[in-house]
């Protein structure tokens, strides 16, 4: 079962208690509750056979999107990994914040930015892959968790970007020490080159905010580097 349905049955059990227990006390009906938990658990099930977890994003982001902290870390996260493919090679072809605008864009997952890895693609189908590319993509993978660590020493995204990673690694036959240590290294690369490049990453998190287009978020890291 995905992560996104266990976090709705996980809803629903809180639901369910809070409700127990404070239903006395406003003279709440068992029936509401129990169909509350009901909808919340049909729509886990639903989501988990048919949607392949996009309605759950959609749902959680929905919720957490109340938030102002919430919106500017993912946009400081997709900055991180915007800018740092642009500063190693890898074509940008779209950005989303939020799993609604990569549900409208048939995207998979939460969103995010978009790269151009059809070479990517090809060298690991081929069995070819260089470790240049390995590093690049890599590097950029690991680039949003640093963007947000950097602005607020800590990362709360980032786990399909992991996910991602030590999928690949492991297809080329890594262990789990020498994925761990591949992240790592990675981690630091992207580091050193967001602080190198600090200014245009600002002026990318402002063109994001803005809603920039990618050849508008370009075009602007062209003019300041």
């Known amino acids: 079962m995905s992560k996104t349905a266990l976090n709705l049955i996980a809803i629903s059990v809180f639901v369910m208690t809070l409700s127990s227990l404070l239903g006395p006390l406003f003279n709440l009906s068992p029936t509401v509750p129990a169909l ?28 957490a999107g109340f938030s102002p902290e919430h919106r500017e870390r993912i946009i400081h996260h997709e900055a991180g990994h915007f800018l740092v493919a642009y500063l190693l ?68 995204g980032g786990a399909d970007d992991q996910t991602k990673l030590a999928g690949v690694l492991k297809s080329l036959g890594f262990s789990a020490f020498a994925c761990d240590q591949k992240q790592r290294f990675c981690a630091l690369q992207a580091k050193t080159l967001l602080q190198e490049n600090w200014s245009v990453y600002q002026a990318l998190v402002d063109a994001m905010r803005q809603r920039a287009t990618v050849a508008e978020c370009i075009k602007m890291m062209n003019e300041k580097l």
């Open 36 to 63: 509350a938990t009901f909808t919340i658990l049909g729509i886990a099930t639903l989501d988990a056979f048919s949607l392949q977890g996009k309605g759950g994003n959609i749902l959680l982001d929905w919720i």
């Open 89 to 156: 090679g890898i074509p940008v072809v779209g950005y989303t914040l939020s799993a609604w605008e990569a549900w409208r864009q048939k995207q998979p997952g939460q969103g995010g930015v978009s790269f151009d890895d059809e070479e990517l693609a090809s060298q690991l189908e081929k069995g070819t892959l260089s470790a240049q590319m390995l590093d690049r993509y890599c590097t950029v993978w690991m680039a949003g968790i640093t963007a947000e660590t950097l602005v607020y020493k800590n990362a709360e």
